[in-house]
């Protein structure tokens, strides 16, 4: 237990690693830890596509804008929500699936986070840096074909792997209090805002990021630069797009 609440507090994501391989032994034990998960129903409506392979990594590395962790960490995870596996078991058993629906992909995307959250818990334990790319969601369309993902099957998150090669400073999270809610929801006031949000604005980096990005507010740099309403509706329309085309809409 002491061992899990100061891995659990002490974590911080990696995103730069050693150039030393994770061996299969210990990636499978990983993987079968992860694969423990609770799971909808038991159906495990998920599949993690494993990639080692340098050039299968330079082919998934612009699907994530380049980010240099896909091609500098040993292993990249893709985890995604798989409803072809089960539909397949249920034709051949004379039970008719009725999966190709929103629902049905919300459940597999939900199981398939959950693996993915218990895969990087336990990659943790074991010493492992791991960073989530949520690129993802943004390129669905194209890491499928990649990865020659059938009907069924849509990559929901992805997950580097490796050695870390450094140990950045943890960054800050929210009090409790704005995020944990007794009994009801309570709504935000304008003072609840503005005492939740105080630290995550004074911090010199955020500061920072504010000036370099020649905004106002913290605020803006959120939705003006990262995640902009332009950016959000295009990849929306992507996704969509995605879900349509491997049967889930
Ligand atoms: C779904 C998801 C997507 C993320 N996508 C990226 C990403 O594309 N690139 C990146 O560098 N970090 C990514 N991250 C990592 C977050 O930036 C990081 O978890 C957050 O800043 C908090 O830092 P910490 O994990 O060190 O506490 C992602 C995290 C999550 C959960």
Redesign the pocket.
């Known amino acids: 237990m002491d061992d899990i609440q100061n891995i659990l507090k002490n974590?911080?994501?990696i995103?730069s690693y050693a150039d030393k391989d994770v061996d299969n032994d210990l990636l499978n034990n990983i993987l079968e830890m992860g694969c423990r998960a609770s799971t909808t129903g038991n159906m495990q409506v998920y599949s993690i596509v494993v990639t080692k392979d340098n050039d299968k990594k330079k082919e998934l590395a612009p699907c994530?804008?380049n980010?240099p962790?896909i091609t500098s960490a040993p292993v990249v995870l893709t985890f995604c929500a798989d409803f072809n596996r089960f539909n397949k078991w249920c034709l051949a058993r004379e039970a008719v699936p009725g999966y190709d629906n929103f629902l049905s992909f919300f459940t597999a995307a939900i199981d398939a986070l959950l693996v993915a959250q218990t895969v990087c818990v336990a990659a943790e334990s074991a010493g492992l840096g791991i960073?989530?790319?949520?690129?993802t969601t943004y390129t669905a369309d194209k890491i499928i074909e990649v990865l020659k993902l059938p009907r069924g099957v849509v990559p929901v998150?992805t997950v580097t792997l490796g050695w870390p090669a450094d140990r950045?400073e943890?960054?800050d999270?929210l009090p409790l209090d704005a995020v944990v809610h007794k009994e009801e929801y309570n709504d935000y006031s304008t003072e609840t805002i503005d005492l939740f949000y105080k630290e995550k604005e004074e911090r010199a980096d955020s500061k920072q990021f504010v000036v370099e990005n020649n905004k106002k507010t913290l605020a803006q740099v959120f939705t003006d630069i990262r995640y902009s309403r332009k950016d959000n509706e295009h990849f929306s329309g992507v996704l969509l797009q995605v879900l349509k085309n491997q049967d889930f809409l």
Do not use: A, D, I, S
């Open positions: 974590r911080r994501t995103r994530h804008f980010q962790m960073c989530y790319l949520g690129t998150t950045p943890q960054v999270r």
